[in-house]
C-alpha cells in the first residue's frame, strides 16, 4: 500500500474508459490528482480521487476516500501482468451488476471496504477504530505498508541497541529461530527428509496465520506475535470454504489448508520454502520439493507417469500436488494441502480433480486407471479423505467424520474441523466422557472445533462440559464457550458458575464491539440485548446492521421477530417477505414465514412455506420438524409420520424429531412402532431424560 503517486501507480490515467456492467470508469489527471470519474445511466458523473494504491501482482487496485473515514477500494484493477498475457490494462473485478447497496458486492459496501476488510493484513499497527453510534471510522496505523513490527512486534529495544553500537538482529518482542539449510536430513536410502532438531513447532503459524488465515478478529489491535487464538477465532474446513477433502475453495489464504498438511504434520514450516523478506521462493521449480524428497524417486517416470513427455514438459511437483484456484479472476493461488491426485476421491466428494484440469475429456475412471498403470501395485499415499468415501455398507457421514476426529495422525486442525462437521450432520452425541478428554487434552484448533458439537447437547451436559474451557487460556475458546451457553436459562447455570461465565460473556460482547461495523456483531449484539430483555436495544442493534448491510437476512428475520413479540403480526409478516424479496432461497426465511402465516391463521400458506424451507436444506432438523407437525395438523399424520420416519433414518436426526415421531405414533395408537423408536432416541441421545420417560409410558400403555 502506497501514496498514489506516478511512481507508485501502475495503471495509466490518460482518459482512457473502462465500460464494466452498465458503468463507466474513466481515469483522468486533473490538477495533479489522479482521478476515477464513475458514471451511470443518466447520473452525472462521479469525481473519485485516488488516494492510495493497493498491490503490485498479479493486480494493482485503487482506494478512495468516501463518508465516515472509510476508504473503498474501486471494484476495477490495473492489470500488472504483460500484454501478451492478458495484461497491461484496466479490468473490472465484478462477475456481473451489482444493485445498489442492498447488494454484498456493491463496491460502496463492506466487501471494498478497506479498512475493514484489507487494513489490518497490509498495514503496520493498525487500530481499526469504528465509532459503533456514528458510524464512521477513525483508521490510524504506525506504518502504512508491511513492516518488520507487523510480525516480530515492538521493536524499540532493537532500534535502542543499534543505536547504543550494537551488532545482530536480537531485540525483537518476537524472535524467530535463524533459518537452518540443514535442518532437513536424508540419508542414504531415505526417500524423504527428516527434520533434525525440533524447534517451536508452531511459532511460525502462530505469526502469520493472522493474515494468511480466514478468521475473525476478536479485539481491536490484535497484538502481532500473540497467539493466533488469542486475537482471532479461525474459521475450519466449512463448507463453502473448502471442498470436503480439503481444497481450497473460497479465498482461504493458505493457513488452513497447510495445516491440516501431511507436510505440516511432518513439522514443515513456512520458512523451509519461503523467504519471508525476499518474498520468493528459496528454490525454483521442482528443486524446492527435492531438497527434502529424493528426486530419483519423485521425478523418475514411475511416478511422474506421462510417458513419452520431457521431464521439462512433464507437470512438476506444484502442477500435481499444489493445484491452483483463480481468484480477482487473474490471481491463481496455489492449495496448500498437497494433495495427492485421486480421481475417485475427488469424484465421490466432489471436489475438483487436477487431473481433469488437463485432461477434461477423461472420465475419473480413466484417469485413475492411468495412475495404476504406471504406479503399478504401488501402496496409494493414505489421505485423511479416505475415511469419508461412503463404501457400499458403510457408516453415515457423520461417523465418517467422527473417524476423522478421532485418528491420532490427524492434525489439530484437522481434528476440530472434523468435530465441527460431525455436529453439522447431527449425529448421536458421543460419549461426555469423551468430549470431556477432547476438551481437556486436545489442541487449542480441536477444542475449538468441539464447542460447535456442545453447544447442540442437552443444557446439563453442555453446562457441564463447557464450565472448565470459560477459564481456557486462549480467548477464542472462553468466547466460543460463553457463546454456546447463551441459549441456556441462567438459573440452569448456577451461582457459582455465573462468575466465570459472565467474564466470558463480557470478553464475547468486546469481540463483538471490536467488529461492531458488521452486520453480524450487530446482530449478536441484539440478541444479547434480547436475552437481557432490552427489546429496544434489540431493536436499535438490527436497525444499525440493516444500516450497514441492507442485504442482511438474518437482521431481516430477528426484526420480524421483534415484531412478533410486540404483537405487531402484520409488520412481521411484511419484514419477512422483504428477506425474501432479498433472497428467496433462503430456507430459515421460508421457516420463519411458515410460523408466521401459522399463527395469522393461515395453515395452508404456512405448510407450503414449511414444505420449501424443508426441501431446501432437507438436513436441518428443524425445518424438517416444522414441515412434519404442519402436516399433522392439515389432518395428513401418515406423510408427517413418513417425513419423520426418513429424517431419522437419514441420520441427520436431532432428539426432537425423535419426540415428535413417538408422540405422533403414540397418538395414532402404534405403541409397537412407537416404543421402537423411542428405544433408538434413548440410544442414541443418551443425555435427553425424554426418550425413557416416554418410553416408560408406552410399556405402561403396553401391559394395560
Known amino acids: 500500500m502506497e501514496l498514489a503517486s506516478e511512481q507508485s501507480l501502475e495503471g495509466v490515467f490518460d482518459g482512457r474508459t473502462l465500460e464494466a456492467h452498465g458503468v463507466s470508469w474513466t481515469f483522468l489527471r486533473q490538477e495533479g490528482a489522479f482521478v476515477v470519474e464513475r458514471a451511470e445511466s443518466a447520473q452525472p458523473a462521479e469525481r473519485l480521487v485516488v488516494e492510495y494504491s493497493f498491490g503490485v501482482d498479479p493486480i494493482q487496485q485503487l482506494l478512495v476516500p468516501r463518508p465516515g473515514g472509510r476508504w473503498q477500494a474501486l471494484p476495477l484493477a490495473w492489470d500488472t501482468r504483460p500484454a501478451e498475457q492478458g495484461g497491461e490494462r484496466w479490468r473490472s473485478l465484478e462477475s456481473a451488476e451489482t444493485s445498489g447497496p442492498v447488494d454484498p458486492l456493491h463496491w460502496e459496501g463492506l466487501a471494498y471496504n478497506w479498512n475493514s476488510q484489507c487494513a489490518a493484513c497490509h498495514s503496520t499497527g493498525l487500530h ?156 525454483p521449480g521442482n528443486s524446492l520439493c527435492a531438497g527434502c524428497h529424493a528426486s530419483e524417486v519423485f521425478e523418475a517416470p514411475g511416478h511422474r507417469g506421462h510417458a513419452g513427455l520431457s521431464a521439462e514438459d512433464s507437470p512438476g511437483c506444484i502442477d500435481c500436488h499444489m493445484p491452483a484456484r483463480t481468484y480477482m ?43 495404476t498403470r504406471w504406479r503399478g501395485s504401488a501402496p496409494a499415499a493414505p489421505h485423511w479423505a479416505d475415511a469419508l468415501v461412503a463404501a457400499d455398507g458403510a457408516p453415515g457421514p457423520s461417523r465418517r467424520w467422527l473417524s476423522v476426529a478421532t485418528n491420532p495422525r490427524s492434525t489439530d486442525w484437522l481434528k476440530g474441523s472434523a468435530w465441527l462437521r460431525y455436529a453439522e450432520a447431527s449425529g448421536p452425541a458421543p460419549p461426555s466422557s469423551l468430549l470431556a478428554t477432547r476438551l481437556s487434552e486436545g489442541g487449542p484448533l480441536e477444542r475449538l472445533g468441539l464447542l460447535g458439537l456442545v453447544g447442540r447437547l442437552p443444557v446439563e451436559s453442555r453446562v457441564t462440559l463447557l464450565a472448565p474451557v470459560l477459564d481456557d487460556p486462549l480467548r477464542s475458546l472462553r468466547v466460543g464457550a460463553a457463546e454456546a451457553l447463551l441459549s441456556v436459562d441462567p438459573a440452569r447455570i448456577g451461582p457459582s458458575l455465573r462468575p466465570r461465565f459472565e467474564r466470558a460473556l463480557g470478553e464475547y460482547r468486546a469481540a463483538q464491539r471490536a467488529n461492531a461495523e458488521r452486520p453480524e456483531a450487530q446482530l449478536n449484539l441484539a440478541g444479547l440485548a434480547r436475552r437481557g430483555g432490552d427489546l429496544a436495544g434489540a431493536r436499535i442493534r438490527l436497525d444499525r446492521a440493516l444500516a450497514r448491510a441492507p442485504y442482511f437476512v438474518p437482521a431481516h428475520v ?47 400458506a404456512a405448510l407450503a412455506a414449511f414444505a420449501r424451507a424443508a426441501t431446501a436444506e432437507p438436513d436441518q432438523p428443524t425445518f424438517t420438524l416444522g414441515f412434519a407437525l404442519s402436516l399433522d395438523a392439515a389432518g395428513r399424520r401418515e406423510e408427517a409420520i413418513e417425513v419423520l420416519v426418513s429424517s431419522v433414518r437419514a441420520e441427520q436426526a436431532d432428539a426432537e424429531l425423535y419426540h415428535a415421531l413417538v408422540s405422533l405414533l403414540r397418538d395414532k395408537g402404534a405403541f409397537g412402532e412407537a416404543r421402537q423408536f423411542a428405544r433408538e432416541w434413548a440410544q442414541r441421545f443418551a443425555d435427553d431424560d425424554r426418550a425413557p420417560r416416554l418410553l416408560r409410558s408406552l410399556e405402561g400403555a403396553a401391559s394395560r
Open 558 to 604: 430477528n426484526r420480524a421477530d421483534l415484531d412478533r413479540l410486540e404483537g405487531k403480526e402484520d409488520a412481521a409478516l411484511e419484514g419477512l417477505r422483504r428477506a425474501l424479496a432479498i433472497d428467496p432461497d433462503n430456507a430459515t426465511v421460508r421457516y420463519a414465514l411458515g410460523l408466521a402465516l401459522h399463527r395469522g391463521g393461515d395453515p395452508s
Open 329 to 371: 479472476q487473474v490471481d491463481p493461488r496455489h492449495d496448500h494441502s498437497f494433495p495427492v491426485p485421486r480421481p475417485l476421491r475427488s469424484q465421490a466428494l466432489g471436489a475438483p480433480d487436477v487431473c481433469a484440469g488437463c485432461h477434461p475429456t477423461h472420465t475419473p475412471q480413466a484417469l485413475a486407471a492411468a495412475i
Open 128 to 283: 481499526k477504530a469504528f465509532d459503533d453510534e456514528t458510524g464512521a471510522f477513525e483508521t490510524r496505523w504506525q506504518e502504512l505498508d508491511i513492516g518488520c513490527e507487523a510480525c516480530h512486534g515492538p521493536g524499540s529495544v532493537h532500534v535502542a541497541r543499534a543505536e547504543a553500537g550494537g551488532s545482530g538482529s536480537g531485540g525483537w518482542a518476537r524472535a524467530f529461530a535463524a533459518a537452518d539449510p540443514d535442518r532437513w536430513q536424508r540419508g542414504a536410502g531415505q526417500r524423504i527428509a527428516t527434520p533434525s532438531g525440533a524447534p517451536d513447532p508452531d511459532i511460525e503459524l502462530e505469526v502469520c496465520g493472522p493474515c494468511h488465515a480466514r478468521r475473525e478478529p476478536l479485539v481491536d489491535p490484535a497484538p502481532p506475535g500473540a497467539a493466533l487464538l488469542d486475537g482471532y477465532r479461525p474459521r475450519l474446513l466449512e463448507p463453502g470454504l473448502y471442498f470436503d477433502d480439503g481444497q481450497i475453495r473460497e479465498e482461504v489464504y493458505v493457513w488452513g489448508s497447510f495445516a491440516q498438511s501431511r507436510m505440516y504434520a511432518a513439522g514443515v514450516r513456512c520458512s523451509d520454502c519461503h523467504d519471508p523478506h525476499a518474498l520468493t521462493l528459496k528454490r
